[in-house]
């Protein structure tokens, strides 16, 4: 069983509509990251989370750090918004290596 | 200035060729990365520099040499490459000594090997 586990893998929806895409953990942590990266392109990082929510835009990231479990909100979702978006988890007592899960895919239809 | 470059965008190499990608920063962070990516899969890590000094290398080939100039720059030298390394090359940097912080992504570049 992989350490990060995302779901789900694909996402396909119509522009507007509320995505919700989850990501859950094994392992003890010191900070988990949402990244995003489109086709053939650079990573861009989204947010950084230790502990709470966060939010930026129509992006919003929460973790319960007692569940394991993240989860990555985008509203009224563009179809600029379609990139594969990627949970990494930073284990804890580990400083510099990141445990990458699979990523979802995400397509927003106009 | 919140960006990583790097160059080329796209390198095409035969297995005899000596290349050099090339990764900059001036957010005056102490960390820089180098990563390598297959399609599908998630970023592998390969070196880590911090404070210019190579900390971390992930056990990688000794035709993959980097070097960090200074503190804005990383270079990742290759020689006698393998069609197997061909993949995306990301490098990333984030501030302070201890890694904690937030790692920021180049664009990458996309490496070919014939």
């Known amino acids: 069983k992989n350490e990060v586990e995302q779901s789900p893998q694909n996402l396909t929806a119509q522009e507007g509509e509320f995505i919700t895409i989850n990501c859950s953990y094994s392992v003890g942590i010191s900070a988990l990251h949402w990244l995003q990266q489109h086709p053939g392109g650079g990573i861009v990082s989204l947010f950084m989370l230790s502990s709470g929510k966060k939010k930026h835009g129509r992006l919003i990231a929460t973790i319960n750090i007692q569940e394991k479990h993240s989860s990555l909100h985008i509203t009224a979702s563009h179809p600029r918004d379609s990139a594969v978006y990627i949970c990494a988890v930073r284990r804890g007592g580990s400083n510099y290596q990141l445990i990458w899960g699979a990523g979802t895919k995400l397509i927003i239809k106009p | 200035d919140t960006e990583v470059t790097q160059t080329p965008k796209h390198l095409v190499m035969g297995m005899t060729n000596k290349k050099s990608l090339k990764c900059e920063q001036h957010?005056?962070?102490?960390?820089m990365y180098w990563y390598k990516q297959k399609a599908k899969k998630p970023p592998e890590l390969m070196f880590v520099y911090s404070y210019e000094k190579l900390s971390i290398n992930e056990s990688v080939p000794s035709r993959f040499s980097p070097e960090c100039p200074n503190s804005s720059l990383l270079n990742l030298h290759l020689h006698a490459l393998q069609p197997e390394d061909s993949a995306l090359y990301l490098c990333?940097?984030?501030?302070?000594?201890?890694?904690?912080?937030?790692?920021?992504f180049g664009p990458g570049t996309r490496l070919t090997v014939t």
């Open positions: 990333a940097s984030s501030g302070g000594r201890s890694f904690i912080y937030e790692q920021y």
């Open positions: 957010m005056g962070h102490r960390a």
